[in-house]
């Protein structure tokens, strides 16, 4: 297969589309394309089958981590997405102990449960809220705000900083001269940034002389001689990776999760009936919508070939996980939610060395935030006066979840 197949309707796509609904996009992508094709709105090739993804995941020699321009233009270079070999690893020993599972257990109930309940708590008691701002939003950023350390942050400062982030990470357009095509889109980015470093560098000074169990205080100190801590500047791109997604993802996740359910209402009961199936309600959420569906890129070391595609060295390819998960040649009726499919394993923490580092602690935020909300309020129902607008090609989820209630 080559990879310059004159396709006009590939040329036409645009990122407002794919951001407006990429499935049906990447539908006709699988169907008629390459695995691995170039997409001109970005500039950049895409992976879009499940095999195409995971082989190339899953090869970290040839594989590097890498960022998208409009990525690198956000966070900065020096990132843990696109850091490899000695460096990635010291990013990841940073960043890996505060989220191994068996560490993750000893904190995460007495972290997560009483967020969960106290914002459950705030809510009218007029049997209506929307469920994205009010809930799955805030449990998110609390919980990860909390254990970061950056309690004195309101919550509602950390979603507009996920939110801004995530608009400049995501602005993602290129001209056919590879420049970006909206530079101003990164204006929010830019202003989230800067307000983040007024607020965290005194609280980095006061780490550095008074450590405290905070996961900041451990990623300055950790591994770290005695009378030394890392670098401010080192750690900041890393920072920003997880002030957008980690702080924004298991938001929509949770949000995910029950729109998914009502649009199978029987399974919906069932799930609220026997909360036992709330950890299989949430795998099959985020193979449905996919969270982070095509924000994450590697580049060829060298020239190589992906089922069948030729690529030259230097190739960066995003990682479109969102359509793998719906790829046709691993799931029935992939564009359905079924809590009930054959499981198969789905890619929306992505794989190999740069795969999600904060699945574990992420699902049991998803996991505990629904509990709660599931508990306090069993007959929750949709509000149908709102529609469920999903929303988003690199990040993706419900813009809001409109719910109603017997009061
Ligand atoms: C914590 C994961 O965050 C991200 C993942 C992929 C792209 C950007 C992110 O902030």
Redesign the pocket.
Known sequence: MSTTTVSTWIDSITVEELEKDPNPIYERLRKEAAPVVFLPAIGLHVATTAEACREIASNSELWYGFISPA?GRT?GHGAI?NENGPLHEDLREMVEPSLKPSVVDQYVEDLVRPIARKFLAEFENDGHADLVAQYAEQVSVRSLGDLLGLNSVSSDKLREWFHK?SVS?TNAAMTEDGEFANPEGFTPGDEARAEIRSIVDPLIDNWIVNPDHSMLSHWLHDGMPAGQTRDREYIYPTL???L???MQ?PGHAIASTVAGLWSRPEQFERVIDDPSLIRRAIQESVRWTSP?WS??TRQAQQATTVQGVDLPEGTVVMMSYGSANRDENVYNAPSEYDLDRRPAPHLAFGAGKHG???TYFATEVIRIGLEELFEAIPNLERDEDHEIDFWGW?FRGPKELHAKWEV
């Open positions: 990525g966070f997405l982030l990470f920003y990776v997880d957008l997604g980690a993802e982070i924000a994450t999600c580092a904060g690199g």
